[in-house]
């Protein structure tokens, strides 16, 4: 990799706040569900902020995102307005998917924000159609392809690399690696001790970073986006993390021990972050609390909007199911 960028103080800020917000968003969610605001499958992202940020600050707009049911946070850093995600938890009509989706399926045409899926691996082969799509216009565009660590066991995954690479087309496939699918230890799943060797099979570029610190998730994906709109071509990037939360807000996470969580813990991304804007003399420990205090209050607010909405009317069941020519 070549020499890495330098952030403005602006980014920097804008990177804390970012990671802050969905840190809130999340929590904020957590207990909407204990409150039993909404019921169903629902997977926190706490811990793994640094990822979507990251990643984000190196898309331009109209860039797509693909990714599986973990993706509240990550729709919202595609555009989604936070109070439209909260919405479609609550299987409210303003929700981004008018109330259909909730948890799992978030998704905005607009903001190219393609799901959301509950199928563990079945976004790849959608990211890979999109890829075909703006190779096939002539754009410069690239997809992103969000996949936990246990998708990379899934077949349709290989596939979907394989037809990436052979038709070379842009497609970031990017591994979120919080080391458990379900209660499971990846190690105990894979024969291979990185799962971005998998890319060797097709042939494809690779590479492992550390997913708890946001500048080096932008420095890298920023140089592995800007590579792939000039020669076109799929990477696997292996992004290693760590969720704080089980599995699903119904797993208490047994299967792990505390220790190891308060050890991921002293690695926060806003930790990190929030050390470095202090050293750099770009925020105090009180501005730090009073922009947490602003961004709760936002949460809140969102969080309201959902509350406050109306459930969708009988007649949406006929809606949204086919399309006719």
């Known amino acids: 990799m070549k020499k890495k960028q330098s952030h403005s103080p602006d980014q920097l800020l804008s990177f804390y706040k970012e990671m802050l917000t969905y840190r809130r968003f999340e929590e904020r969610v957590n207990l909407a569900y204990t409150q039993q605001k909404f019921s169903g499958f629902c997977h926190l992202h706490i811990g793994q902020e640094a990822v979507c940020v990251g990643v984000q600050a190196a898309l331009q707009a ?97 596939e979907a690399m394989n037809m990436a690479a052979t038709w070379k087309l842009p497609v970031l496939f990017l591994v979120e690696n919080n080391r458990y699918g379900m209660g499971t230890d990846i190690r105990r799943t894979t024969s291979v001790d990185q799962l971005s060797k998998r890319a060797l099979a097709f042939d494809m570029a690779n590479s492992e970073i550390d997913g708890m610190n946001v500048i080096t998730v932008h420095n890298h994906v920023n140089e592995i986006v800007t590579n792939m709109r000039k020669h076109p071509a799929p990477y696997l990037l292996e992004v290693m993390t760590y969720r704080y939360k089980g599995h699903s807000v119904s797993d208490p996470g047994a ?18 972050l929030a050390a470095v804007l202090k050293d750099q003399k770009l925020a105090t420990e009180k501005e730090l609390i009073e922009w947490d205090e602003t961004i709760r209050e936002e949460v809140k607010e969102a969080e309201r909007f959902a509350d406050e909405s109306p459930i969708p009317d009988l007649s949406e069941l006929w809606k949204h199911v086919l399309v006719e020519e």
């Open 62 to 158: 109209d860039d797509y995102v693909i990714a599986g049911y973990r993706s509240h946070t990550l729709a919202i850093a595609k555009g989604i307005p936070a109070r439209e995600v909260f919405a479609e938890l609550f299987g409210k009509v303003t929700g981004c998917s008018r109330g259909k989706g909730g948890s799992m399926h978030m998704f905005s045409k607009t903001h190219r924000f393609l799901g959301g899926h509950g199928i563990v691996g079945g976004q790849a082969p959608l990211a890979v159609g999109v890829g075909f799509a703006i190779q096939y216009r002539g754009e410069s565009n690239v997809i992103v392809c969000y996949l936990g660590d246990a998708a990379m066991n899934q077949g349709q995954v290989f």
């Open 255 to 272: 299967y792990r021990t505390k220790e190891e969580v308060l050890e991921y813990q002293k690695q926060d991304p806003l930790l990190q």
